[in-house]
């Protein structure tokens, strides 16, 4: 079986999902061919044949800086039409949400959306999805359609990196129409480096934050930690912060290893979308909060007390190791 | 302006999920128009009143979804059309749903469609953009401003807290991503007025559509609830005492940091 993993660059550096999808694919086949796509992007084929990947095709054209369907989609349908692949695997991300279901249709074939574990080997594999934002999962197969599924980031496990393992680089022709799609602009937004869906550490406020200020020490936290900063509905709602940071059922379906609550309730729609963290920590005024029943720790106190004082301590331990 | 919105009815978010025999048990439980495609209606709607044209709702599903369709209705769409596939096909999947969708669309030349970037309840997002590629038609997801001037759109889109603008020509679908706008609750009039609006029911065969061309590719083994999480440790003492008893669980018993 022949596989085709997309790898996906943000601002230069390619996404750890990226080699979290080449380990996925490895998990059900050894002849894994990644593609990379953009406008410089050459550089990072190594790194990928580092992390799995037997071959690399690299797709460079300065209109390909910015992601559209429409480029992307021109480009992977002449790659996959020329690699007849048995197997597409991309990250759950914007991007491969985006453009994924658009080379589905186009091949005619079922995807698996937002996998988190498969079992199994080959053609038979069977692959672990949620539903219901994480209430529920379900389990499922292909049935005869070629094996093309996405991956949530963070649970899968990329493989250890290879440092300067043998990867055969090719840059196969691909012609490029005009595109109907034009990306006028992209404003980054001053929430931290690190993107909510593949953030280890992160750290959310609810509606105890109070105000657009009140987030402050949450970033200092998120900052230090490496980590990202979330937010329950109840924060959006009020304008606290951007509906972009919302972790629930409407919003983000969040999987860190450490995920700190802060002056959130608790409601199922929120639960929903971070339950399935590793480990959670809830910090809450309230000792009934529902947070509580699926922390595994809590501390009963006023964030803006407890949060700056956890900095300091995570501060002095960081420093010493 | 020809509009259609893609709408699904899912289950209330405040629903807690139960299994019986591995099926979802859907007795009792409260629907809803699925979260995303409200902002879907509504800026289906407010397009509608500065351009001019109709606003037709859609929706793949049994007799129940007639309810959602109605409330769609009543907060200012124009039609509705549900197309029944549950006495043709057994299982169906985004292939299926999303043929059925552009089969229908394809006679309707519509300007602009609009739905929700996700269903909360199956989740992958995948209906929508299948349907503008077999439409051939372009498409933005997780949109939170249009604009629309002659044939031209110029759209806003989130993309995992960046944002970007996109300009696009006509015939265009986009998906609606939380912040695109206000969804109105209808109105006494409007819900008046909404049971005397068009409420279309078609099958396969109405739409020249075979069961055999729908056919889904992906088959469920079974579904199952998350273990159930075990509530933790509160701790105790002063706060300094608990901040660093904290900070010690996750570095040895948990080993998260």
Redesign the interface.
Known sequence: MRALVLAEAREGALRNVSFEAIAAAKQLTDDVTAVVIGDHVQSLAQELGEYGASRVLVVEDDRLK?Y???GYGQVLRQLIEQESPDMIVLGH??LG??I???L???L???????VVSIEGTGRDA?FV?????????????????VMFFTIRPNNIDALARQAGASVSVETPAVELKDL??????????A?GKV???EA??IVAGGRGVKSEDGFKPLEELAEL?GGAVGASRGA?DADYC?????IG???K?VTP??YIACGISGA??HL?GM??A????AINKD?EANI??????????DLF??VP??TE??RK?LVNS | MNIFVLLKRTFDTEEAIQLENGEIQEDGAEFIINPYDEYAVEEAIQKRDALGGEVTVVTVGPEDADKELRTALAMGADKAVRISIEDDVEDADHVTISKVLATYLKEQDADLIFAGNVAIDGGSGQVAPRVAELLDMNYVTTITALEIDGTTATVTRDVEGDTEVIEVALPLLVTAQQGLNEPRYPSLPGIMKAKKKPLEELELMDIDLDEDEIEAKIETIERFLPEEKKAGRILEGDMSTQVSELVQLLRTEAKVI
């Open positions: 910015h559209t369907p429409d991300t914007a949400k985006d994924a279901p658009k589905a249709a186009r005619d074939a079922g995807l698996i959306s937002d069977e999805r949620p539903i219901y934002s994480g209430k529920a999962f379900e389990k499922v197969k292909f049935k005869d359609s109907a799609m034009i990306v006028k602009e992209v404003v980054r937004k929430t993107d909510l869906a280890k550490v930690l959006c951007d509906y972009a940071l919302q059922q409407t919003g379906v290893d450490l199922i729609q929903a339950s399935n590793k480990v959670i920590v000792p509580f029943s699926v922390a595994d720790y809590g501390i009963v106190g007390d407890v004082m956890l301590e995570f331990h």
